[in-house]
């Protein structure tokens, strides 16, 4: 890999202490997960303990007060991990940022500390059963009452959620239609009427929790909106960049992990007297994949150095989100293909990363909706 010139001293030295810390308490564990369909919280505890988590929201509120650079490190060691289970995406990447931005200083006291040291697990709760990526038909309804809302309606699909102690979710306030009915609000998944349905079982990303959730008549708070009445809409939009690009670096780790074992695989593996490695069709496959890897990285990091220089436009984060989501797609098929039959077997890693890819070309908006979003921009 050419050298990447993005990260510092600082940046390496917490890379090798995630390395480290992930040896003891995340690569023991991950079939366990797999099988169990949730992270442990344990984990998520010792992530806190580690100063891992919200390394860049300000530390008055318990974070690192560090860059995005080293979210970013976390997101790709844990994918060169080869889990993709703990969504830090959406604790760290999106949860603390809605409430680090436009949450009262209240909410922020209450619940950023708490998120810093994995007590408290953060959701985004957007999708519902009749609208993804249609976010401006949400039906979940907040209605005014004294002192706050009480909230109706259901979301699906929702990462983290039944692990889940506080929501960032979006809700039409009032009769309006459209994007300017949608507000966000903070709320604690212990509130009274926030009902925790099934977990989705799921094709891959097993690992992950996915949750259905009800509200019947939840009380949230005047101070639990965040921002303003109707700017939710425009709040979502600010933040899916980051959003994206989270699932770009994820992305793009877990395509060179799964290179990276293919490659030990074939050189081990004989058929015809000699190993899989040395078919002129092996090597290829492997130099094209090397290839886009290469290129793959550049690109990444020149997204996250404009995302931390406040540069990154919404249809390049699409971009990049598009086309590391394919790229990591490509990569764990043709890496699956020259496992040959043992690539389709559970005990081998390859078939769970390649379960696991299928749903990075899902979420976080679909394929279509980031080529409908960069076309925009043409
Ligand atoms: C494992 C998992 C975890 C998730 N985690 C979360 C989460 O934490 N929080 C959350 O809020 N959501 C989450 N989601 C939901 C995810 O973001 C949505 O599934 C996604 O945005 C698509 O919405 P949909 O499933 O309703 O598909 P639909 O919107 O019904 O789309 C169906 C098809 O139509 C296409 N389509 C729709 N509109 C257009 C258009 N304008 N042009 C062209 N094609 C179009 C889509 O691309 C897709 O192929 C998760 C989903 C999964 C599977």
């Not at 530390?59 to 007060?65: F, I, L, W």
């Amino acid at each position: 890999m050419i050298e990447r010139a993005i990260y510092t001293e600082d940046h390496a030295m917490f890379r090798e202490s995630v390395k480290k810390m992930y040896a003891q308490e995340l690569t023991p564990y991950v079939e366990e997960w797999e099988t169990k369909g949730i992270v442990s919280r344990e984990f998520w505890r010792a992530c806190g303990n580690n100063g891992m988590l919200l390394p860049d929201i300000p530390e008055t509120y318990g974070g690192g007060g560090l860059d995005f650079k080293f979210n970013a490190i976390l997101l790709e060691e844990t994918a060169l991990a080869g889990t993709t289970g703990p969504a830090f995406g959406v604790h760290n990447d999106i949860v603390a940022h809605y409430i680090n931005n436009y949450g009262s200083e209240t909410v922020k006291q209450h619940w950023l500390p708490k998120m810093a040291s994995g007590e408290a697990i953060g959701a985004i709760c957007m999708s519902e059963p009749s609208t993804g990526s249609d976010l401006k038909n949400i039906r979940t309804k907040a209605t005014p009452v004294e002192g706050g809302f009480l909230l109706n309606g259901s979301k699906t699909f929702i990462t983290n959620g039944l692990n889940a102690d506080v929501a960032v979710i979006a809700a039409r306030v009032g009769d309006d239609s459209g994007a300017r009915a949608i507000s966000l609000f903070v709320c604690g998944c212990d509130q009274a009427g926030f009902i925790k349905g099934r977990k989705l079982d799921k094709v891959g990303n097993r690992s992950s929790d996915t949750a259905e959730l009800f509200f019947e008549d939840v009380f949230i708070p005047q101070e639990n909106m965040l921002g303003k009445q109707g700017e939710g809409f425009i709040y979502m939009m600010k933040e899916l960049p980051q959003e994206r690009l989270s699932i770009a670096i994820s992305c793009q780790a877990a395509a060179q992990h799964a290179y990276d074992i293919a490659v030990d695989y074939v050189k081990e593996r004989q058929a015809f007297g000699k190993a899989v490695f040395d078919f002129q069709n092996t090597r290829f496959v492997l130099a094209n994949l090397k290839t886009n890897l290469q290129v793959g990285w550049a690109h990444l990091d020149a997204c996250i150095q404009a995302l931390v220089d406040g540069k990154l436009a919404t249809h390049e984060a699409a971009a990049a989100k598009l086309w590391h989501s394919e790229l990591r797609c490509k990569v764990v098929d043709d890496c699956l293909q020259l496992f040959g039959g043992y690539g389709y077997i559970e005990e081998y890693e390859i078939a769970r990363l390649w379960r696991d890819a299928r749903v990075m070309r899902l979420y976080g908006g679909t394929s279509e909706i980031m080529k409908d979003l960069i076309s925009r921009s043409i």
